[in-house]
């Protein structure tokens, strides 16, 4: 009877370290991946024409804001509705839309939400599956608002409005709506 009655708080007294050592180990993963992001990262990508897209293509001091999506999700979709319904107010910032979809299937997409006939909007393929691992995002739709400078402002996990978007632009502070 002893030995059990010392036992057991040693066993739960163990459990609780173990689960408390994890939880502290997966918050500084986290803050890791969130640092990696702080700053507009290197990726490479392809375009609608096929060609690689990097960091060097986009325009240098003009906001960027990444739209990681999928063309049959539906809350990608009404994001997008509200984003086409906004459009003149993104004027200066670069939208650049993200999917792993095929370069075909993309450009289905963009053509039906009429996104190809504007300047500031980028349609690019992630052909190696690791966008979601460069940003950190790993639900469509995904949402990263860089400044001028490339520093980020906001990473947000699910739909946003188009306005939410554009406030963060306008205000230029950092701002974190993920939901992981």
Known sequence: MKVIRFILPLIVL???L???YHMVELSRQQKKKIEKITHLPLFELKDMQGKLFTNANLKKGAPVV???FNSECEFCQTEI???VTNIQ???GVQLVFVSIEPIQKIIMFQTTHKLDIYDNTI???DYRNIFSEIFDVNIFPSSLVYNKNGMLLSRNNGAVKANYLLKILKNNKIRNRSTD
């Open 18 to 20: 173990f689960v408390g």
């Open 81 to 83: 509705e509200n984003i």
């Open 123 to 125: 349609f690019l393929s």
């Open 89 to 91: 107010k993104f004027d």
């Open 66 to 68: 990444f739209l990681y």
């Open 14 to 16: 163990s459990a609780l």
